[in-house]
Nanobody, 127 residues
Framework: QVQLVESGGGSVQAGGSLRLSCAASGLTFSTYAIGWFRQAPGKEREFVATISRSGGNTKYADSVKGRFTASRDNAKKTVYLQMNSLKPKDTALYYC????????????????????WGQGTQVTVSS
């Protein structure tokens, strides 16, 4: 079955960095765009970043643009989210999700498109 497993979360001080990983199995990885979403307590799950199946197209939420970078290694079936200059408001449970797309450069911020989800990894940023 399809599995997405996030790792790399933790606790950091404001201004610090973390790199999240999302390892996939049970799917043809190179046919899926991979998105990152986050959910803080009491808030809705929100879009953070997405990367196309080719890796050539990325999109970011305005709140993380310039600080976060998504990348992928299709040979390793893994997507990464490099998070720099972290802020307390980045504190949340971070999820990766997979969206099947026929478009090599397709990358949607629409949460409803994503069929498969991981269990999440916690990121806590203290001031």
């Amino acid at each position: 079955q399809v599995q997405l497993v996030e790792s790399g979360g933790g606790s950091v001080q404001a201004g610090g960095s973390l790199r999240l990983s999302c390892a996939a199995s049970g799917l043809t990885f190179s046919t899926y765009a991979i998105g990152w979403f986050r959910q803080a307590p009491g808030k809705e799950r929100e879009f953070v970043a997405t990367i196309s199946r080719s890796g050539g197209n990325t999109k970011y939420a305005d709140s993380v643009k310039g600080r976060f970078t998504a990348s992928r290694d299709n040979a390793k079936k893994t997507v990464y989210l490099q998070m720099n200059s972290l802020k307390p408001k980045d504190t949340a449970l971070y999820y990766c999700a997979a969206d099947y797309t026929s478009l090599p450069e397709g990358a949607s911020p629409d949460r409803g498109r994503y069929e498969f989800w991981g269990q999440g990894t916690q990121v806590t940023v203290s001031s």
